[in-house]
Each structure stands twice: as structure tokens, then as C-alpha cells.
């Protein structure tokens, strides 16, 4: 096996997460004197001083300032023209890279030939072990979450839906998707797969990577010896409203994609599904005296959103 040390570019994306992006590029910088190839970041037009920041106290990074939010996908994709390495590691900008985590997955990637896309094990910033391997999306595992089947027979491989409850995220294993909040892939593979898909602005391009990059042949692969923690909403938090929005409308992009107007279709009546359950559920709730949390709130709020946009396709 030859050594992967060295030919790693790192690519973050970032938008108004300055200090996700700080810990994130001490915690890549951490990594060690040579692993790295490069670090490139993608400010996608922040205004809470980020690429300021990049710039005073990170002068080993390319950084790439946007005037424009291009999105995850797109910004992606400028990063990877610039990227020299042999292995990529793209890296939520929320993400604390454990020491060892990218040695391990390049390593991966240097004794499988036939492996395009590894993810290391990710844990949130409760501790709790966050569930980043999922099946790609079929009406039966959209059905099983609308009807919440896959919460109450988790532990069943059939009805455990797109998020895999049944899987312990605790040995090697060939997935469908990888969560597209830290991958590591193959220069060679990417291109032979192509980027990211643009119309892709937030969400699902994910889903949609790793299903191509199975489609051409190589294999996606869970390797939790690497580990790494997942602060999530670095970005999204700072409008999570909109972000509700973004998820339905990428995943209808996603099916119309994959399956035609016939899946598009079936996608939009199980959302609307999903979210109106949900929303009658939290609104006899709120009724009742209960659900004052604000977090509750905020769920009921989303739900009510998403139920009109899937009705009349207008946004918050």
C-alpha cells in the first residue's frame, strides 16, 4: 500500500459559521505536518467576519471569497478546480476533525481500488453517535418516516427507512449514501463521476453524489476507525425556516431527477403527508398546554411552513 500522506486537499465550505470555522481549521491544522496537501476554503459572501478571520490567523489556506451564497454544491465545485491532491476530503464547516481521522480514511482509499467515497464515524456535540450512513430514497422508507414506523420498529432492517436505525454505526460497511457532512474521495473517481450537482442548492446533493458515484461503479464505504464530531447547523441555524424549505424542494428535485414526474409526484404526497401528521399532532398539542418549549415551537412553525409550501409553493 502506498502512502496517502501528503496528497490530501481539504475543501470547506462555509457560510456566516465563524467560529464552526475556526475550531474546524484548528482541528485540521492539528492533524499534523504533512498529511494535509492543502486546505481550501469557500466563503460563500459570510458577514460575520469569517474570511477575515481565515486571512489574520490561518495564512496556509487558500481562500476563495465569493460575493455571492452559491450554495454547497456549487461552492464545492470551485473548490475541486483548484484542488491539486489525489485524495479530497470535504468538511463541514461545523466539524472537529479527531487526530488520525484523515490518515485513516486516505489510508482506506489507498488499499481499496474500487472504493471511490469513505466517511469516518461522526458523533454530535452531545456525544451521542450521529447516523451518517442512510438508504438512497424509495417511496416505501419515505413512508415508513411520514407513518414514523421506522422510530417504532427501528430495529427491523425492513421498516428502519432511509436513516438505517437498525444499524449501529459500528463496523466497516459498503452504504448507499454517506452523509455529505464529511466525505473523503478519490480524486480518479470524481472524474469519473463529475461534481456536484448545482441544482442542487442545499441538500440531497449528497444523496445524489453518492448514487452516481454507484452508478459508475465504486463503492461508498463507512469507516468508523476515523472519527470526527458534527456540531451540525453551523450554517443552517442561522436560517432554519428557509432551510425546512430547501430540504422539500431538493428533494423534489431529487426524485423528478431519479424517477420522472411519477416519483416527484409520490415524493410531494408523502411529504405533504409527513408535515401534515406532524402538524395536526403538534397543534392539538399546543392546545392542550403542552409543546411550549421552544424548540417545540419552532418544529410547529416549521411544519406549518412546509405544509404551505407543498400546497400552494410558497415560502416563509
Known sequence: ????????????????????????????????????????????????????????????????????????????????????????????????VHPGCLQKLAAFLA???????????????????????????TIWNYLCRALAVDRILSRSSAFSGYEMRHFDHDMVAEVEVLSGC????????????????????????DVDWCKRFRDRGWKVMFVPEATAVHFGGGSTSNDPLR???????ANMKYWQKHHGLAGRVAAHALALLHHGIRLGARTLTT??????????????????????????????
Open 111 to 137: 488499499s481499496h481500488d474500487d472504493v471511490g467515497l469513505v466517511g469516518p464515524r461522526v458523533i454530535g456535540r452531545d456525544g451521542t453517535m450521529q447516523r451518517t450512513c442512510h438508504r438512497l430514497p
Open 243 to 249: 432551510y425546512s424549505i430547501e430540504i422539500l424542494r
Open 182 to 205: 464529511f466525505w473523503v474521495a478519490r480524486k480518479k473517481a470524481i472524474a469519473a463521476v463529475g461534481g456536484l450537482d448545482e441544482r442542487f442548492f442545499f441538500y440531497m446533493e
Open 287 to 316: 392546545a392542550a398546554g403542552l409543546g411550549a418549549s421552544a424548540e417545540s415551537k419552532l418544529k410547529l412553525r416549521e411544519d406549518r411552513v412546509c405544509v404551505r409550501w407543498l400546497l400552494t409553493g410558497r415560502g416563509v
Open 1 to 96: 500500500m502506498h502512502s496517502p500522506m501528503g496528497q490530501i486537499s481539504v475543501v470547506i465550505v462555509s457560510w456566516n459559521a465563524r467560529s464552526y470555522l475556526r475550531d474546524c481549521l484548528d482541528s485540521v491544522r492539528a492533524t499534523g505536518n504533512g498529511c494535509c496537501h492543502e486546505v481550501i476554503v469557500v466563503d460563500n459572501a459570510s458577514a460575520d467576519g469569517s474570511p477575515e478571520m481565515v486571512e489574520a490567523n490561518y495564512p496556509e489556506v487558500l481562500l476563495i471569497r465569493s460575493t455571492e451564497n452559491l450554495g454547497f454544491a456549487r461552492a464545492n465545485n470551485m473548490a475541486m478546480t483548484h484542488a491539486t491532491g489525489s485524495v479530497l476530503a470535504f468538511v463541514n464547516s461545523d466539524v472537529i
